[in-house]
Structures are given as structure tokens and as C-alpha cells.
Nanobody, 122 residues
Framework: VQLQASGGGLVQAGDSLRLSCAVS????????MGWFRRVPGKARGFVAGISRYGGTTYEDSAKGRFTISRDNALNTVYLQMFSLKPEDTAVYYC?????????????????WGQGTQVTVSS
């Protein structure tokens, strides 16, 4: 199983960025997909998740600014981020969970990507 996250970079506050996560080695359409982020010195935290049927869940600071989506034909999950803030600076990880609903605890996810760095300058 491989999850390949990409799309991170250095942007200015207020900019937008879209992260992608290409998945292989599992039946993508049957997995819940999630995005997490880790800030140095802190635990990895839930950002957004999408169910097999397209239902979405967001962490409070992501609501209204981030949009998670999936393309089951391409085995890819996306995180579109708008109005980025310096506090969004983190390494972003995609993850796959074989349960049938979006859960926010990282321990429930079975497979993880390698992470992509997002840096937002003020």
C-alpha cells in the first residue's frame, strides 16, 4: 500500500494551495480518507476526512477554509486550502481507514503517506 502526498510548498498568508494524495495497493473506494497535520512539538492532528460516500468532516479551524474531496476513478484524495494562515504551517499527511465512517483519531487509520510540508509566511 502506498499513499503519496504532494502539493505542499511555501505560500503567503491568504494564498490557496491544493494537496493531493495518490493511493495504490488498496481498494480506494472502500476506504475513508483523512488529512492530518503535525506541527513541531505537537501531536499529529485531524484536519479533514471524507467517507466512502463523500460525507465530510472538518476540524474547527478548517471549516469554511478547507475542502476535502476524492476522485475514486483516480484513487486520489485532495485537500483544497483557501485563506491560509501562518498557523496552518505544518507537515500534512494523508491517511486511509477501512472503517465505514470518518473518525478523527489518528490511531484508527491504517495506512499513512509520507507527508508534505506546507509553510505559510505572514
Amino acid at each position: 500500500v502506498q499513499l503519496q502526498a504532494s502539493g505542499g510548498g511555501l505560500v503567503q498568508a491568504g494564498d490557496s494551495l491544493r494537496l493531493s494524495c495518490a493511493v495504490s495497493g488498496l481498494t480506494f473506494s472502500t476506504y475513508v480518507m483523512g488529512w492530518f497535520r503535525r506541527v513541531p512539538g505537537k501531536a499529529r492532528g485531524f484536519v479533514a476526512g471524507i467517507s466512502r460516500y463523500g460525507g465530510t468532516t472538518y476540524e474547527d479551524s478548517a471549516k469554511g477554509r478547507f475542502t476535502i474531496s476524492r476522485d475514486n476513478a483516480l484513487n486520489t484524495v485532495y485537500l483544497q486550502m483557501f485563506s491560509l494562515k501562518p498557523e496552518d504551517t505544518a507537515v500534512y499527511y494523508c491517511a486511509a481507514d477501512r472503517t465505514n465512517r470518518v473518525l478523527t483519531a489518528s490511531s484508527t487509520y491504517d495506512f499513512w503517506g509520507q507527508g508534505t510540508q506546507v509553510t505559510v509566511s505572514s
